[in-house]
């Protein structure tokens, strides 16, 4: 349980409002990127992508385990909250997520970034700035951006615990997230776990050592950076197709392609290596390159493209978490 700001007893209420609202975006978000389909390899609606010991079912319950965890968020960043503050936030959720879904990790990636930018939310609309605010990303580099590049270099010194994340998976972000039984979506993948965050000896995960071996950059050095690959390569995507009049599901499609294309996914190169991860994201490049969802039978095409994933075994899990993020990045923002 978090307090409220000590000061100004009369702003208790709409910022409960405000924390609540910030809640709702972000489960929003993350529902919406469940909801995505095709989305190469990865669980939706329509089938569990290239993941056993997950489905949309153990999606869901995770998510409104979280729903709390949110609120919280949002409420102690109007407050000004320190990143030691969030951390144990996240920690709490990690343990509340995995009781939730029997110990699957399902969103630790979701934990670490929508937990920092739900802080961020809530901060801006405490600030009542008459200019124009900052963009979320760019609140979280100014305010927690130094604390999360020295737990990256702290996790790079502790061979537990390499600092390279990835920019895709859940785990690393707070670094102790087990296993799962498939290593669909590994334990620590990109700074997104509690246990990374905290330093806690947690065993390194599949996309950890990915991450390390491959030298590729991750959750963490997203979150330090402001987010660029949401805010340049997935939100301009997203709006765009939205702008020429895309139904909501295409354009979070081609948010996801333009994402498979650019990242440097820990996921894939833990299942494919960088032989799999080249593949996606030539298949990506060219499924934009061809139009994207403006082309015609693109529904067909991408849904070709996930058996493909499937067959291969290929699960890009930091494609779907910056998914997320930039949905709720987009209707946080307006």
């Known amino acids: 349980m978090t307090r409220p700001c000590a000061a100004d007893p009369a702003q208790a209420r709409p910022r409960q409002a405000q924390a609540q609202a910030l809640r709702n975006l972000a489960v929003q978000a993350l529902l919406g990127e469940l909801r995505t389909y095709p989305k190469p390899g990865l669980v939706s609606l ?15 319950r995770s998510t409104l385990a979280l729903r709390r965890y ?5 409420r102690v960043g109007a407050c000004g909250a320190a990143f030691d503050t969030l951390k144990a936030l996240g920690i709490a959720a990690e343990q509340r997520m995995l009781r939730a879904t029997h110990g699957v990790n399902t969103h630790r990636g979701a934990i670490f970034h929508l937990g920092l930018l739900a802080a961020a939310a809530g901060h801006r609309a405490a600030q009542h700035a008459a200019a124009p605010a900052p963009s979320l990303g760019e609140i979280v580099r100014r305010r927690w951006g130094a604390d999360i590049a020295a737990q990256r270099r702290l996790a790079a ?31 620590a993948i990109d700074g997104a776990s509690a246990a990374a965050t905290c330093g806690n000896g947690a065993a390194p995960s599949h996309g950890s050592r990915a991450s390390a071996r491959y030298g590729v950059g991750g959750a963490q050095a997203q979150a330090a950076a402001g987010f660029p ?10 709006r765009a197709a939205l702008a020429r009049s895309a139904a ?10 333009a994402l498979l294309g650019h990242l440097d996914d820990t996921n894939l190169l833990h299942r494919g290596g960088r032989e799999g991860l080249a593949y996606a994201r030539v298949q990506a490049t060219r499924f934009l390159a061809d139009g994207g969802v403006f082309q015609a039978r693109w529904q067909r095409r991408a849904t070709d493209l996930h058996l493909a994933f499937r067959e291969r075994w290929l699960s890009p899990g930091g494609s779907a978490d910056l998914l997320a993020v930039c949905l709720f990045v987009h209707a946080a923002e307006g």
Do not use: K, W
């Open 229 to 238: 690959s949401v805010y340049r390569v997935a939100l301009p995507a997203y």
């Open 157 to 187: 010194i502790d061979g537990n615990r390499p600092a390279a994340l990835d920019d895709n998976h859940p785990a690393a972000i707070h670094g102790s997230r087990p296993t799962a039984p498939d290593g669909n979506r590994p334990a």
């Open 70 to 74: 949110f609120e919280d968020c949002a």
């Open 248 to 257: 909501p599901n295409q354009a979070r499609v081609q948010a996801f392609f």
């Open 46 to 60: 329509v089938d569990s992508g290239s993941h056993r010991d997950m489905d949309a079912t153990t999606l869901v």
